[in-house]
Structure formats: C-alpha cells, structure tokens
Nanobody
Framework: QVQLVESGGGLVQPGGSLRLSCTAS????????MGWYRQPPGKQRELVASITTTSSTTYADSVKGRFTISRDNAKNTVYLQMNSLKPEDTAVYYC???????????WGQGTQVTVSS
C-alpha cells in the first residue's frame, strides 16, 4: 500500500515563499510521475505542476516563473518550491503519483496553504 505524506503548508504573507514536500512509502518513484494539485475554496481541483520519471516538468500558466517542482528519487520525495505567493494561491495542495503505464493514481491527504496579510 502506497502512502503519500505531504508537509510544509502554512500561513504566509503575499510575496512570501513556502516549500511543500511529499514523501512516498514504497518504491514507486521509478514507475510514477509525480504532481502537485490544488483545490481553492469552492473550486475544483487543478493541476499545479508535474514531473516525470526523467524529470521533465510542466506548470500551470498561473504559477510559471514562481513555482518549481523537483524530485529526489533517493529520498522518494517530491518538492514544490513556491515563491512570490499571491492570495489566489490559497488552497489545499495535494500530492499525486500516477503510474506511467497503467495511469493508476495515489493521493496524499492534502496540506493547507494560506496566503494572507
């Protein structure tokens, strides 16, 4: 059973930074692309950033130039560095792992990010 455990959320002022971490139990990094999604209050969940097993990355237009996704395969951990945070970045952030062939998904429990003065 794979578990994804997120950490690093919290309250930050506009313009500030946070780094989210997601550590996976089990050896899934070689076979799973990793991603960060977010769900703002009252809205649908959306993709923020993703990274393949070969470290190719994609970003939502709203976070390009501000957020950076990375992975450390030796630690089974994926990171989301968030800079220049805006109030509209406020959301619950979820870690996702998707099998590269079967497209099966695992989700973390979510971590709250609040950007407010």
């Amino acid at each position: 059973q794979v578990q994804l455990v997120e950490s690093g959320g919290g309250l930050v002022q506009p313009g500030g930074s946070l780094r989210l971490s997601c550590t996976a139990s089990g050896s899934i990094f070689r076979t799973h692309a990793m991603g960060w999604y977010r769900q703002p209050p009252g809205k649908q969940r959306e993709l923020v950033a993703s990274i393949t097993t070969t470290s190719s990355t994609t970003y939502a237009d709203s976070v390009k130039g501000r957020f950076t996704i990375s992975r450390d395969n030796a630690k089974n951990t994926v990171y989301l560095q968030m800079n220049s945070l805006k109030p509209e970045d406020t959301a619950v952030y979820y870690c996702n792992a998707q099998h590269v062939v079967f497209r099966s998904n695992y989700w973390g429990q979510g971590t709250q990010v609040t950007v407010s003065s």
